[in-house]
Structure formats: structure tokens, C-alpha cells
């Protein structure tokens, strides 16, 4: 297939294991949002494939970051990806800015990437445009395409929000081809369709989200079992007091019909079943302990790692001295083929 410039061994893939390439922001406290709707999917999907996971640092500063904060959150996140089960056995995590291929790879990219293309990203539009926007803002979709481009990544789960980023990279990879040879691998996002869009319990019509002013919309991964109780209890729904799944009429309770369902991997039919005869107060209380529930284990290994931090920094080192071959690899195949060095 690669005829112009030959993979190495090593690229070919080693297993029938499709290769997994995904990021995370560490950009503060994580909520079930995060969870339910991004890491739960990476967690679940480890056995399948041949996964890379990266806190992305780099991603981090297109806008003012504190730079103790930064650390912080860098740490707390990964904190959470181990203690919600991502397993450096089956998988690597790493961050981003321990692995300069990423940054060298991103501006060979910008070379290949035009600016109309990225005029064009929604992100962008939404967040970018005043006077203070950093270009990093602007170009963090060709930083993203490096990210994924180094491992000769297939496969991209993401959310909804960043298909337009996977498919700038796959655009970003297609012309390279085209232009030096065939050097990258095109690879394609995953899309998980059902499940899991976390909405707030305040305002159900806007997602959960961390950057919401008002703390009882969100549940913390770190919240204790009656701070959770409590934020449930207040959760906003309606008055008919029927317990039934319809987003456009009943928003409220169609959103905790879905939290419990994707934490108890129950169909929303069956729990419609369960609570056909329950009233709102009583269906609140078991929403909130099955989220207790589902974060008691995760909660209980997270204390273990605020205990060990030292064991967490060795597992992103060897995650990022583990992906080093590929990244150096990878890079030293495209700058070849675009002519750089001697
Ligand atoms: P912000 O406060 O900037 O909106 P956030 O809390 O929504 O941030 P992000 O850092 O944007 O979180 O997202 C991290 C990951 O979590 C992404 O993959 C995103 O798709 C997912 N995610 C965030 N919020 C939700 C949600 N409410 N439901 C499902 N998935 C979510
Ligand atoms: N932009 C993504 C994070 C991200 C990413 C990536 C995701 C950076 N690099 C590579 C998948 C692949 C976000 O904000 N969720």
C-alpha cells in the first residue's frame, strides 16, 4: 500500500489490534460528564485495541493557563484516567509536552495546512476571534493532527465537538501523501453515538460542564456521597412526576434516566419499567447512589494515588519513553520525505 516511502517493521502492526490514539485537556476538576462521556469509552475499549493516550498540555496553553494550575491539573488528570482504569499494562498514557516529536510535527504540518481550512473550524469560530486570541488557538487543530499522525494512529475516539478536528487531520494527512509520498497513515474518528451526553442538572438543556458558575449543575469526581445526594435532590425536573424518557418535553428527568442508565449499563427502557410507579423524590435518591456507587471504586484508588504521586509521574515517564520510538520514527520518515535536513 505505502509504496513511495516504506513503513518500517515496527509500523506494520504488530498485532491485528487496531491502533487507538485519543487526548484530554487537563483543564481542572473532571465531572461525570468527562467521565461517562469520554474516558468510560477509552476504559471499556482497552482490550480491543492497541491504545496511546495523552494529556495534552500543549493544548492547554492556546489560552492563559496558571502555570501552578497547570501542573496541577496535569497530575489530577492523570490521576483520574488510572483510577477510572485505564491500565498501563494495556495501554500507554503519556503527556504531550514530554515528547517534543509533537511540537516538531505540528509546524511541518502547519506547512501542509491552509489557512482557510482553519478559518473554517468551528471550535475556532466559537472561541477564538477577540483581540487577545492566541495563534496557538488558531492552530491547535494541526497540533492535534501531529498528535495523531506520529503513531500511525487508525482509529480516533472522540466526541461529537472534535470530528471536524479528525477530519482536518485526515485532510492535513491526505495532502502530505500526495505532495512527499505516502509517509501517514489517513486515520478516521470515532464517533460513540449513543449514551452518554451528560447534561447539567440545573439547566438541562445546556451540557454538563466544569465552566458553569453554579457547582450544583455538575458532580465532581471528587464529590463525597452527600454532596452528590444533595446536587441530585435539587436537580431540576418537571411537574407531571412520570418517569419516561423524552428529551424535547421532560429534559430533566430524560437526563438522569440517561446517567443511570450509562452507569448502571441498563437500558433507559427497563429503568422506565423499574420507575413506572415511583415518584420523582424516590427515583433522585436511587440516581444518586448509583453514581456513588460507580464512583466509590474510582474514588478509593484516587486516594491511593494523592498517597503516590511518585508512582504516577514513573507511569507517564515510561508511557512517554515507551511511545518514543514510534514518535522519533515517524517523524524522521516524514522530515525525509519532505526534504529536510542533509
Ligand atoms: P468546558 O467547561 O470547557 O465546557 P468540559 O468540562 O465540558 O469543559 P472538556 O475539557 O471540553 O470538558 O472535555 C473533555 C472531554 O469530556 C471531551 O472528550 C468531551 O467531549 C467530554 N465531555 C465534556 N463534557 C461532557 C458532557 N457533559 N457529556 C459528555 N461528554 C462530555
Ligand atoms: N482537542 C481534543 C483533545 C486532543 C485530541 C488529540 C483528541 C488533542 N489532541 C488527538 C484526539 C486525538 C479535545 O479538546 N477534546
Redesign the pocket.
Same mark, same amino acid.
Given at each position: 500500500m505505502f509504496t513511495n516511502v516504506p513503513f518500517p517493521a515496527i509500523f506494520v502492526a504488530m498485532s491485528n489490534k487496531k491502533r487507538v490514539?485519543?487526548?484530554?485537556?487537563p483543564s481542572g476538576d473532571l465531572h461525570i460528564g468527562n467521565y461517562l462521556g469520554?474516558i468510560v469509552n477509552w476504559v471499556r475499549g482497552q482490550d480491543a485495541h492497541d491504545n496511546i493516550f495523552?494529556i =495534552?498540555d500543549l493544548?492547554a496553553i492556546t489560552v492563559p493557563q496558571d502555570p501552578k494550575k497547570l501542573k496541577a491539573n496535569t497530575m489530577e488528570l492523570a490521576k483520574v484516567l488510572l483510577a477510572s482504569g485505564i491500565d498501563p499494562k494495556k495501554s500507554t498514557l503519556f503527556v504531550?509536552s514530554e515528547r517534543p516529536e509533537h511540537s516538531e510535527m505540528g509546524w511541518i504540518l502547519n506547512c501542509f495546512t491552509h489557512m482557510g481550512e482553519l478559518s473554517r473550524m468551528t471550535q475556532f469560530k466559537e472561541k477564538g476571534g477577540k483581540k487577545e486570541t492566541t495563534v496557538g488557538l488558531f492552530d491547535?487543530p494541526v497540533?492535534?493532527a501531529g @498528535?495523531?499522525l506520529l503513531y500511525d494512529?487508525e482509529e =480516533?475516539? =472522540?466526541?461529537e @465537538?472534535?470530528k471536524q478536528? =479528525?477530519e482536518i487531520?485526515r485532510d492535513i494527512a491526505q495532502r502530505l501523501n500526495k505532495r512527499v509520498g505516502k509517509v501517514v497513515v489517513v486515520p478516521e474518528p470515532v464517533i460513540k453515538k449513543e449514551g452518554a451526553r451528560i447534561m447539567s442538572l440545573t439547566d438541562p438543556t445546556k451540557k454538563m460542564s466544569k465552566s458553569d458558575q453554579n457547582e450544583n449543575s455538575y458532580i465532581l469526581l471528587r464529590d463525597d456521597a452527600e454532596t452528590i445526594r444533595k446536587k441530585f435532590a435539587r436537580a431540576v425536573t418537571d411537574s407531571d412526576n412520570k418517569i419516561k424518557f423524552d428529551k424535547a418535553k421532560k429534559p430533566g428527568i430524560s437526563n438522569l434516566l440517561n446517567i443511570m442508565s450509562v452507569c448502571t449499563e441498563t437500558p433507559i427502557i427497563e429503568l422506565e419499567k423499574k420507575y413506572a410507579d415511583s415518584n420523582y423524590g424516590q427515583f433522585k435518591t436511587d440516581v444518586a447512589e448509583c453514581v456513588i456507587e460507580m464512583l466509590k471504586p474510582i474514588q478509593a484508588k484516587l486516594a491511593e494515588y494523592d498517597k503516590n504521586e511518585d508512582k504516577v509521574r514513573k507511569i507517564l515517564a515510561d508511557g512517554a519513553e515507551a511511545v518514543a520510538p514510534r514518535a522519533k520514527d515517524t517523524l524522521q520518515r516524514v522530515k525525509k520525505a519532505v526534504g529536510l535536513g542533509l
Open positions: 490514539f485519543s487526548g484530554i485537556q469520554a495523552c =495534552v493544548h504531550q491547535y497540533l492535534m @498528535d495523531i494512529t =480516533v475516539p =472522540v466526541g @465537538d472534535q478536528h =479528525v487531520a
